[in-house]
C-alpha cells in the first residue's frame, strides 16, 4: 500500500528562527564558561608572581647573611651544613614548579579540546596562548633567579626556618592550585555536556532544513529535469511505503513519475556517504515493493542537498544516482556519465 501527501505543510519561520536563538545564547553560556576558565588560569599566574616575589626577598636575606659571614667565619661549618638544607629546600621548590608546569599543559590540551568543540572560541584560545606564553616566561625567570640563588647563596639557622615557613605557605598555595585545576576540570565536563545539548539541537535543525529543502525543490524539479529528456506528468513530496505483509519500509522525500519510469529523490541538508548507501537499500525496497504489485516501470534515483561535498557527490554519481545542489538562485542536475550512466532499477 502506498501512502502519499500532496500538501505542502507550511514552516513555521518563528519556531525556526527562536531554535537558532536558543543555539545562540547556549553558545554565548559556553564562551562565558571559558572567559571564566581564562580568569582561573589568571589567578594561578598571581600566584606565580607571588612565589618570584618571595623569591626575591628570599634573595635579600641572603645577602644579608653573606655579609654576617664574613664576621663568623668560625660558623662556617654550621653554614655549611644549613646551605646543604637550604640547596635541598631549593631544589624542592623547583620540582614543584616543575608539578606546576605540568599542570599547566594539562590544562592547555584541555583548552585545545574545548577549541574544536567550539569553533566560535578560536580567538579566546589565541589569547590563552599568548597568555601561556608569558606565564612559560615567568617561570624561567624565576628557575633563572633560583639558580643564582643557588650559586651565592650560604644561609643560618635563622634563613632555614624562615624558608620553612614559606615553603609551607607553597604547600597551601600548590594545594589551593590543585583545587582551581579540579574546578577547571569540572568546568571542562560542564562544557561538554552543554555541546552534547547544542549538537542534538543543531541535528533537529538540520532536518528542518532538509524540509526547506524538498519545498524549494518542489516547483522547478519537473522542468528541470525535462531538460534531461524525462516528462514526469506526476510530482509530490513525502511518500511511505508501508507493506508489512512482506514487510517492506520505505520514506520517500519527493516522487517523480510518468507512465514508463519513476525518479525516487532523496533530500538532505548535507547528505554524506552513509546517506547515499542508505539510498541505494531504499531503491531496492521500492523495486521489490514495485515487483510484488506488477508495477514494471523503470525507477531512478537523485540525491539533493543543500551543501554536497566532492566525495559525497562523486561517490553518488559511482552509484549511478542523479546529483542535486545549489547553483545561484537555482540549482543543477548532475548527470551520471560514462561506465556510471544512470541506475535503473
Same mark, same amino acid.
Given at each position: 500500500?502506498?501512502?502519499?501527501?500532496?500538501?505542502?505543510?507550511?514552516?513555521?519561520?518563528?519556531?525556526?528562527?527562536?531554535?537558532?536563538?536558543?543555539?545562540?545564547?547556549?553558545?554565548?553560556?559556553?564562551?562565558?564558561?571559558?572567559?571564566?576558565?581564562?580568569?582561573?588560569?589568571?589567578?594561578?599566574?598571581?600566584?606565580?608572581?607571588?612565589?618570584?616575589?618571595?623569591?626575591?626577598?628570599?634573595?635579600?636575606?641572603?645577602?644579608?647573611?653573606?655579609?654576617?659571614?664574613?664576621?663568623?667565619?668560625?660558623? +662556617?661549618?654550621? %653554614?655549611?651544613?644549613? $646551605?646543604? &638544607? *637550604?640547596? =635541598?629546600? @631549593?631544589?624542592?621548590? !623547583? #620540582?614543584?614548579? /616543575?608539578?606546576?608546569?605540568?599542570?599547566?599543559?594539562?590544562?592547555?590540551?584541555?583548552?585545545?579540546?574545548?577549541?574544536?568543540?567550539?569553533?566560535?572560541?578560536?580567538?579566546? +584560545?589565541?589569547? %590563552?596562548?599568548?597568555? $601561556?606564553? &608569558? *606565564?612559560? =616566561?615567568? @617561570?624561567?625567570?624565576? !628557575? #633563572?633567579?633560583? /639558580?643564582?640563588?643557588?650559586?651565592?647563596?650560604?644561609?643560618?639557622?635563622?634563613?632555614?626556618?624562615?624558608?620553612?615557613?614559606?615553603?609551607?605557605?607553597?604547600?597551601?598555595?600548590?594545594?589551593? %592550585?590543585?583545587r582551581q585545576m579540579k574546578e577547571t576540570d569540572r568546568q571542562m565536563k560542564e562544557t561538554d555536556r552543554q555541546m552534547k545539548e547544542t549538537d542534538f539541537k543543531i541535528g533537529k535543525l538540520g532536518n528542518r532544513f532538509g524540509e526547506m529543502v524538498e519545498y524549494m525543490l518542489m516547483p522547478n524539479l519537473v522542468d528541470k529535469f525535462r531538460k534531461l529528456d524525462f516528462v514526469f506528468t506526476k510530482a509530490y513530496p513525502e511518500a511511505t511505503i508501508k507493506d508489512e505483509k512482506n514487510r517492506i519500509l520505505?520514506?520517500?522525500?519527493?516522487?517523480?513519475?510518468?507512465?514508463?519510469?519513476?525518479?525516487?529523490?532523496?533530500?538532505?541538508?548535507?547528505?554524506?556517504?552513509?546517506?547515499?548507501?542508505?539510498?541505494?537499500?531504499?531503491?531496492?525496497?521500492?523495486?521489490?515493493?514495485?515487483?510484488?504489485?506488477?508495477?514494471?516501470?523503470?525507477?531512478?534515483?537523485?540525491?539533493?542537498?543543500?551543501?554536497?561535498?566532492?566525495?559525497?557527490?562523486?561517490?553518488?554519481?559511482?552509484?549511478?544516482?542523479?546529483?542535486?545542489?545549489?547553483?545561484?538562485?537555482?540549482?543543477?542536475?548532475?548527470?551520471?556519465?560514462?561506465?556510471?550512466?544512470?541506475?535503473?532499477?
Amino acid at each position: 500500500m502506498v501512502t502519499t501527501q500532496t500538501a505542502y505543510p507550511g514552516t513555521d519561520f518563528e519556531q525556526f528562527w527562536a531554535g537558532l536563538e536558543r543555539t545562540r545564547a547556549i553558545v554565548e553560556g559556553v564562551t562565558k564558561r571559558q572567559e571564566e576558565t581564562a580568569e582561573q588560569m589568571k589567578d594561578t599566574d598571581r600566584l606565580i608572581k607571588e612565589v618570584a616575589r618571595r623569591q626575591e626577598e628570599t634573595d635579600r636575606l641572603i645577602k644579608g647573611v653573606a655579609r654576617r659571614q664574613e664576621k663568623a667565619a668560625e660558623r +662556617q661549618k654550621e %653554614t655549611a651544613e644549613w $646551605q646543604v &638544607e *637550604t640547596d =635541598r629546600l @631549593i631544589k624542592e621548590v !623547583a #620540582r614543584r614548579q /616543575e608539578e606546576t608546569a605540568e599542570r599547566q599543559k594539562e590544562t592547555d590540551r584541555q583548552m585545545k579540546e574545548t577549541d574544536r568543540l567550539i569553533k566560535g572560541v578560536a580567538r579566546r +584560545q589565541e589569547e %590563552t596562548a599568548g597568555w $601561556q606564553g &608569558e *606565564t612559560d =616566561r615567568l @617561570i624561567k625567570e624565576v !628557575a #633563572r633567579r633560583q /639558580e643564582e640563588s643557588a650559586e651565592r647563596q650560604e644561609e643560618t639557622g635563622r634563613l632555614i626556618k624562615e624558608n620553612a615557613e614559606r615553603q609551607k605557605e607553597t604547600d597551601r598555595q600548590m594545594k589551593e %592550585t590543585d583545587r582551581q585545576m579540579k574546578e577547571t576540570d569540572r568546568q571542562m565536563k560542564e562544557t561538554d555536556r552543554q555541546m552534547k545539548e547544542t549538537d542534538f539541537k543543531i541535528g533537529k535543525l538540520g532536518n528542518r532544513f532538509g524540509e526547506m529543502v524538498e519545498y524549494m525543490l518542489m516547483p522547478n524539479l519537473v522542468d528541470k529535469f525535462r531538460k534531461l529528456d524525462f516528462v514526469f506528468t506526476k510530482a509530490y513530496p513525502e511518500a511511505t511505503i508501508k507493506d508489512e505483509k512482506n514487510r517492506i519500509l520505505a520514506e520517500i522525500d519527493i516522487t517523480l513519475e510518468n507512465g514508463d519510469k519513476v525518479m525516487i529523490v532523496e533530500v538532505k541538508s548535507k547528505p554524506s556517504i552513509q546517506d547515499v548507501r542508505d539510498h541505494v537499500k531504499r531503491m531496492e525496497k521500492v523495486r521489490l515493493h514495485a515487483d510484488l504489485h506488477g508495477d514494471r516501470r523503470k525507477f531512478l534515483g537523485t540525491v539533493a542537498g543543500m551543501v554536497v561535498k566532492d566525495n559525497v557527490r562523486d561517490f553518488a554519481l559511482n552509484n549511478g544516482f542523479y546529483v542535486i545542489e545549489p547553483s545561484g538562485d537555482s540549482f543543477n542536475i548532475i548527470k551520471p556519465e560514462g561506465k556510471y550512466h544512470p541506475r535503473e532499477w
